[in-house]
Structures are given as structure tokens and as C-alpha cells.
């Protein structure tokens, strides 16, 4: 059921998923198997060798494919590995646009990895679109975003940078991990690829890594799945099963995780130790016009500003909300990205962005506001102080 007219929580539950044809079992099985008997030579039911072909694997494709609204769906055994299959595909020997305040990993392997594949690529701040369009060159083959960006919410125009990526000849990729499909469709803003780590809100459960590269393109599926086939970068059979699991809940886990994150925001926003908060759904925050008329949500990923000392403080001493790398589970976490998931920037970079050892970042998950809040609260107190 992929049917584009229901709605998308009906998508959630139902989409790429039919009764499974021998027992009508309601739910995909998780077929974990790396092979299947062929019925003759060159005869087979279109399963051969599970690096090409597993069927709870396309069921979970199918599944996400429908929620970004887009005809296919193409999985890897993580979002890094989803990134770099499509760059690889789409820009060996080329140039790439990207955000320079992306996820700290993509930003590695943009200018540590890919580079030594002859991609070339060109660190921009994807808020000013004409150092963007400055930064196109005749070989640009791709532009990436990340909107909301990791960690300062940076909100990108999907739809003027897809204008411009269409001027240029490139392709439009957004990593659409930090707000979800429930809350931003960038291919109906014209997009032309969208990337997800589905470790985070899309599995949502912190117990499984995983990526999906959607798009609308069958030329450039077909190459995509082509190369994810000759390289081997595929999701295993039951992290394919618990990502499937994870989303078709997506919808009512994100409601909560909007309500908490925007609940969190607006806590530390009144907090005298807290120097600025970032978070789109914020009328403080400078794009929160754009965030609206993109975005459907906010999502749960707030960020802060705060003295390092006090940021160590409130990182350290929240005690439900969990120290930790990751994001997008049913459980809250906290991290100082520049000493976590940013560590691999220079420092340098990182400054000039505002990615500070005061920085805090809280992924908001779905257990009541109120503890959250008070759990902040708590370890922000200087009566705590130890
Ligand atoms: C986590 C993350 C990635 C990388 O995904 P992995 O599954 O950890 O490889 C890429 N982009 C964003 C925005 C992320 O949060």
C-alpha cells in the first residue's frame, strides 16, 4: 500500500507491507537468510544472493520510500554509507556544494575520504545562497544540505537551492535526518535526493544503524542500486526488520518528540544561565518564517548556548537524560558537540560556526515533558553544585 492519497500515518503503518502470501502473517517476516535455492539453472523468484535482494530489506525501502513520498527507496548499513554511495555515484571526479555545518561525520568524510576519490568539495554556509551559487562550479554535480543542521538548526531554502542546483546542472541531496518525513518533504520543495540516517528518528529506538537514500529518479536508482551491489554497503536482514518496526510509529513518536523538543527550547530560552537556544520552531530563531512555511514540525533537537562550565554542568548532572552520542530515540539524550559528535572538525571551523565548548544538545525523546524540563532544571541549579 503505497498509495499516495492516504494520509501519512496510514503510510506509516501500512505502506510497502501486504500479508505475507504463504501464512498471511500481518507483519514482514524478517527473513534472515543470505541465500536462496533456485528452482534451475538461471531460474530463480527473483531472490538470488542477499547483498542484491532481501524481502524485508524492500519491504522497509518501500515503507520510507512512501513516507518522503518518492518512488524508490534504496537502504545501506548506515546514513554514512548512504551518503557516500550517492556521492560516489553522482560525483567521482567532480565537485560538491555542501553545508559546512553538517553532521561531523559527513563533514570527515567529505574532506578526509572522498577527496582522495578525486571529489572535490566546497564547505559553504547554505543560508546565503549566493555564496552558494559562488561556489558552483562548471563540474558541480551535487549540492547537500542538512536542514535543520547539527547541531546550530541552520534552516536552508530548499526550494531556492533547488533553483539553483537546477541552473547548475547539480542534483539537490537533503539529509532529512534531523526533521523526519513527518515533518519536512524536501523532494515536493524540488529536491532531487533525499538522504536519512535511519539510526535516528526513523528506527527511532537507539537500537539499530542504518541508512536510505530516496529519490524519484529510476535511471539513477537503478545506478544507485547497481552500485550498492558491487561495493556492499547493505543493511543486515534484522536491522532492516527493527527499522520497518520503528516506522511505522514515526508519526506519534514525532508529535511527542515536536512537543518535548519545543517544550525544552522554550525552557532554556527563560533560563538565566543560557545565552541563546536554537530551535526553529522558536520565533527568536532568525529562519523561524522559512522553518514554517517548510517544516510541518520542529522535531526534538535543541541546542544551546551556555559558559563552558555551566555547559559541562547541565550535560553531566541530568540524570533521565542521557550523556550520549545519537539521537532521535524514545529516550533523551544530551551531548557537547564539539567534544562529541564534532570532535573531528577543526577547531578552527568549529568556532567560526559558533560550535563552541559551551554548546549543548539536547535530542528530546518522547518521556513526559515535565520530567524533562525539571531534569534541566535540576542539574543547571547551583544548589547541586558539588
Ligand atoms: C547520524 C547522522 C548521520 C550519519 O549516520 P550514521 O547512521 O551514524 O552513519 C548523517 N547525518 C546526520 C544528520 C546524522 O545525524
Known amino acids: 500500500m503505497s498509495d499516495p492519497k492516504v494520509r501519512f500515518g496510514t503510510r506509516c503503518v501500512h505502506a510497502g507491507q501486504s500479508p505475507e502470501p504463504v501464512t498471511g502473517a500481518i507483519t514482514t517476516p524478517l527473513f534472515q537468510t543470505s541465500t536462496y535455492v533456485q528452482d534451475g539453472l538461471g531460474r530463480h523468484r527473483g531472490y538470488e544472493y542477499g547483498r542484491l535482494q532481501n524481502p524485508t530489506r524492500e519491504a522497509a525501502e518501500a515503507n520510507i520510500a512512501a513516507l518522503e513520498g518518492a518512488r524508490h527507496g534504496i537502504s545501506f548499513s548506515s546514513g554514512l554509507a548512504a551518503i557516500e554511495c550517492l556521492v560516489k555515484t553522482v560525483a567521482a571526479g567532480g565537485h560538491v556544494v555542501s553545508e559546512e555545518n553538517t553532521y561531523g561525520g559527513t563533514t570527515r ?77 524536501p523532494l515536493a520543495l524540488g529536491a532531487d535526493v533525499v538522504v536519512h540516517s535511519t539510526t535516528k528518528y526513523l528506527s527511532g529506538h537507539s537500537d539499530v544503524l542504518g541508512g536510505v537514500v530516496v529519490l524519484d529518479d529510476d535511471a539513477l536508482a537503478d545506478e544507485l542500486f547497481f552500485v550498492r551491489k558491487s561495493t556492499g554497503p547493505v543493511p543486515g536482514p534484522f536491522d532492516s526488520w527493527l527499522t520497518l518496526r520503528g516506522a511505522r510509529t514515526l508519526h506519534l513518536r514525532m508529535e511527542r518528540h515536536n512537543e518535548n523538543g519545543m517544550r525544552i527550547a522554550e525552557f532554556l530560552e527563560s533560563h538565566p544561565l543560557v545565552r541563546r537556544v536554537h530551535y526553529p520552531g522558536l520565533p527568536s530563531h532568525p529562519r523561524h518564517e522559512l522553518a514554517r512555511r517548510q517544516m ?16 559541562r554542568r547541565m550535560a553531566e548532572g541530568t540524570r533521565i537524560i542521557r550523556l550520549a552520542e545519537s539521537l532521535g530515540g524514545v ?56
Do not use: W, Y
Open 331 to 386: 529516550e533523551s539524550m544530551i551531548c557537547i558537540p564539539s567534544l562529541m559528535t564534532h570532535a573531528s572538525v577543526p577547531e578552527d571551523a568549529r568556532l567560526r560556526m559558533g560550535i563552541t565548548n559551551g554548546l549543548v544538545r539536547v535530542s528530546a525523546g518522547i518521556e513526559d515533558a515535565a520530567d524533562l524540563v525539571e531534569d534541566i532544571e535540576r542539574a543547571l541549579s547551583h544548589k547541586d553544585r558539588i
Open 109 to 185: 568524510m567529505f574532506t578526509q575520504v572522498l577527496d582522495r576519490l578525486g571529489i572535490e568539495v566546497t564547505l559553504v554556509d547554505t543560508r546565503d545562497e549566493a555564496a552558494v551559487r559562488a561556489a558552483v562550479r562548471p563540474d558541480t554535480r551535487l549540492i547537500h544540505l542538512e536542514t535543520p543542521s547539527n547541531p546550530l538548526m541552520r534552516i536552508a531554502d530548499i526550494e531556492v537551492l533547488a533553483r539553483t542546483a537546477e541552473a547548475a546542472g547539480a542534483l539537490l541531496c537533503v539529509d532529512n535526518t534531523f526533521a523526519s518525513p513527518c515533518n519536512l518533504n
Open 296 to 311: 510541518t514540525g520542529f522535531s526534538g533537537m535543541v541546542s544551546a548556548e551556555l559558559d563552558e562550565a555551566d555547559a
